[in-house]
């Protein structure tokens, strides 16, 4: 794995969570040929991203885990 091919992953993932649409791991791990584990690590970093845009005085993203759909999903507050 490259960096380039984590970046991919992340602003993908990052595209989808601010379009609304939901994110499952699994799914993602397929597409992109990674382990779901890895996935995690990715969401992980979007999660530190936010949190640091939040004390930066932006708007107030944060990913949240639909237990029901299995899905992470981007909320705004």
């Known amino acids: 794995m490259t960096e380039n091919d984590k970046a991919m992953r992340v602003l993908f993932i990052n595209e989808k969570l601010k379009d609304g649409r939901s994110v499952n791991i ?3 791990a397929n597409t992109f040929k990674v382990s779901k584990r890895t996935v995690q690590r990715d969401i992980e970093d979007l999660k530190v991203f936010y949190s640091e845009m939040a004390v930066a005085g932006e708007t107030v ?3 949240v885990y639909d237990r029901i759909d299995n899905v992470f999903k981007l909320s705004c507050y």
């Open 26 to 28: 699994g799914s993602l």
């Open 61 to 63: 993203y944060c990913i």
